[in-house]
Structure formats: C-alpha cells, structure tokens
C-alpha cells in the first residue's frame, strides 16, 4: 500500500506559476513510476506527465507544450509538477499516482496507475 499526498494547488493568474508536490509513502518509490493526472468538473480524468521508476525518462500529453516539467527526488519520496506559463483551461483538480508495475513502458491512462492521492486544486484566473 502506498499513500500519496499532493501539496502547492492555489489562485494563480494566467501566465504565473505553479509547483505542485507530491510526498509517497513506502521504502520503494524509486522503484515506481509517477504520473500526474488532472481532472475538471465534468470532464474524465487526464494524463499529464509521468517519470520513470529511476529518474531520466519522461512523458508528457501533447496540452503541455513544453510549459510543465516533472522531476523527482527519491532520496525525498516526492515528485514535482513545476507549471509555467499557466492558462484558463489548466484549472483542474491535480493528482499524483503510482504505477508499481516496474514495466518499462510509461502509461498515459489512470487504469495504468494503482494508487492515487486525494488531488490538489489548481484555479487559473484568466
């Protein structure tokens, strides 16, 4: 069982900046790769980024555009969304998971995922 807590949502402006942490439980967390997903109100869950179990590879949804990046300190149990240049349609709720699989593919789907934090709200004002 991991436990996952998601902290850094808030107000921004559209253009400002964001980092959005997530803190995992457990003494293997190098060992998992970790998505971001986010979801608005009455819209299905999205993929966001991942980043593998060792650090090095990572996978973006094409929305990005090179505005977000995803990093991870395992020595820490934590991963980083750090959000730039934010707009309107990035508010959504924010979510970290795990994919424990050790697979060496990065899943874009939430079903690629076993455990979910409680999520983190991001609100850009345009």
């Known amino acids: 069982q991991v436990q996952l807590a998601e902290s850094g949502g808030g107000l921004v402006q559209a253009g400002g900046s964001l980092r959005l942490s997530c803190q995992a439980s457990g003494r293997t967390f190098s060992s998992y790769t970790m998505g971001w997903f986010r979801q608005a109100p009455g819209k299905e869950r999205e993929f966001v980024a991942a980043?593998?179990?060792?650090?090095?590879?990572?996978s973006y949804a094409d929305f990005v555009g090179g505005r977000f990046t995803i990093s991870r300190d395992n020595a820490k149990n934590t991963v980083f969304l750090q959000m730039n240049s934010l707009k309107a349609e990035d508010t959504a709720g924010y979510y970290c998971?795990?994919?424990?699989?050790?697979?060496?593919?990065?899943?874009?789907?939430?079903?690629?995922?076993?455990?979910w934090g409680q999520g983190t709200q991001v609100t850009v004002s345009s």
């Open positions: 980043i593998y179990r060792y650090g090095g590879r990572t």
């Open positions: 998971a795990v994919d424990p699989r050790g697979t060496w593919a990065i899943s874009m789907t939430p079903s690629g995922y076993a455990y």
